[in-house]
């Protein structure tokens, strides 16, 4: 943080800074159009502990191998190295900090999962080097990290879930008004998150791809953001833009119809709306897997399992089913977290 001690010199206190992961219940690759989607902060999440000082970001952690070391005048952080360290590079390159950090990473987050691993890095990062502001100002700063430090053209959707949760709450987030609407999670619903085995490499995936094809479909149906709002598709000529194009318009209204069932505590219905997402995400946008609708497949049909789905980009990483508490014991259950904070100690 900015603070300064009692001779006006850095402060020796000890910063510590947490932000969650996130899992998405229902909308997928309708963020990045200003769609509505419906994650929740969930109960694994990425600390950073350290304390300010000096003329670099260094931070450590027992998941790498390598130290991630960032002067805080970076100008591209896609090439910093190692890896990791370019979403520290890209918050440094946002934020601009006037002082330096040195300390260390800990994470109860699996990375490749499809759980937001580096969103919740860079909610962070931004925190311990003494971000100012509203959660939705933090989300907006660490998407342009995320987008200069992958090249990955991603939505507000994961960054603004860490910064934004509410304990026992799922979010229904229209992200182009940049609202949140939190909803209690019904009593006697558990959520479960199961790795399909396939680890999920978005900046080497077709996300980018799969964006740009919802983008030429706007350029025929209306302005940018109007395809949320588009029911008929009958304009787009091309077979594989109507169906990008189709997933996002259905999955908007899954969204809505999902959002109204949790209200109503109608597990059934909700679990209607994930099967219905994950077999669009599938035919339509074409981002599920053999891996993961096998593992779709296999919960579905479990007793006490009201729905299930890939969640997050797809392409591997993990899905997530909506159960009747103890149904399944696969994976990790996650609960819905309060979202990112940051205390001093010292």
């Known amino acids: 943080m900015s603070s300064t001690g009692p001779g006006g010199g850095p402060s020796t206190a000890t910063v510590i800074a947490v932000a969650p992961g996130r899992v998405n219940l229902i909308g997928d ?149 940049e609202t949140i609407e939190p909803i209690p999670m019904p009593a006697g619903a558990e959520v479960r998150v199961v790795h399909s085995g396939e680890a999920r490499v978005l900046a080497g995936s077709a996300y980018a791809e799969r964006r740009g094809a919802v983008e030429a479909a706007e350029v025929v149906v209306g302005p940018l953001r109007a395809i949320r709002d588009v029911s008929d598709l009958d304009a787009l000529e091309d077979p594989i833009l109507r169906r990008r194009a189709r997933h996002v318009v259905t999955e908007n209204e899954r969204v809505r119809a999902f959002a109204a069932a949790m209200g109503q505590e109608d597990l059934a219905a909700a679990g209607e709306a994930m099967g219905a997402s994950h077999a669009s995400l599938r035919d339509d946008f074409e981002v599920s897997t053999p891996a993961l609708d096998a593992l779709v497949s296999r919960l579905t049909a479990t007793p006490g399992v009201f729905g299930a789905r890939l969640t997050g980009a797809g392409f591997g990483g993990c899905v997530v089913a909506l159960t009747e508490p103890g149904a399944i014991d696969d994976g990790w259950l996650v609960r819905a977290s309060a979202g990112a904070h940051r205390s001093t100690t010292g």
């Open 29 to 177: 690759h309708t963020d990045t159009t200003g769609g509505l989607v419906l994650p929740m902060a969930i109960d694994l999440a990425t600390t950073v502990t350290g304390r300010t000082g000096g003329d670099r970001v260094v931070l450590r952690s027992a998941a790498e191998p390598e130290v991630a070391v960032v002067p805080l005048d970076v100008i591209d952080p896609a090439d910093c190295s190692p890896g990791w360290a370019r979403y520290v590079a890209g918050v440094v390159a946002e934020l601009r900090p006037s002082i330096g950090f040195d300390g260390e990473v800990r994470t109860t987050l699996p990375v490749g999962a499809g759980l937001s691993s580096s969103a919740a890095l860079e909610v962070a990062v931004a925190l311990a080097l003494g971000f100012e502001g509203s959660p939705l100002e933090l989300a907006r700063l660490t998407r342009r990290a995320e987008q200069r430090a992958s090249g990955v053209p991603c939505g507000i959707m994961d960054q603004l879930a860490s910064a934004s949760g509410v304990a026992g709450h799922v979010l229904l987030i229209d992200c182009g008004e």
